[in-house]
Nanobody
Framework: QVQFVESGGDLVQAGGSLRLSCATS????????IGWYRQAPGEQRELVAR???????NYADSVKGRFTISRDNAKNTVYLQMNSLKPEDTAVYYC????????????WGQGTQVTVSS
């Protein structure tokens, strides 16, 4: 079964930075676009950024210029570098295979909590 394991979340002050990691299997990593998603309390899960197998990236307007998604092919890992964090970035962050705006590759993992204090 396809699995994604997220890590790197923490409590940080506004204006700070964090780097999240998303590890998966070699096969999954090579054939899928992978997205970072987040879900704040009481809100729907939203796509934050995605990266295709050839390295093309897309971002939500709310994080453009602050977040950077990247991939390490040797480690089968996708990263989300988050800079200039804001309290509204507080959420549980998940990664998954991106298939379409409404479809992901597998069930959701536990995610990693990011909390930004003001």
């Amino acid at each position: 079964q396809v699995q994604f394991v997220e890590s790197g979340g923490d409590l940080v002050q506004a204006g700070g930075s964090l780097r999240l990691s998303c590890a998966t299997s070699r096969i999954t990593f090579s054939i899928n676009a992978i997205g970072w998603y987040r879900q704040a309390p009481g809100e729907q899960r939203e796509l934050v950024a995605r990266i295709t197998s050839d390295g093309t990236t897309n971002y939500a307007d709310s994080v453009k210029g602050r977040f950077t998604i990247s991939r390490d092919n040797a480690k089968n890992t996708v990263y989300l570098q988050m800079n200039s964090l804001k309290p509204e970035d507080t959420a549980v962050y998940y990664c998954n295979g991106y298939i379409s705006p409404t479809l992901v590759a597998t069930s959701w993992g536990q995610g990693t909590q990011v909390t930004v204090s003001s």
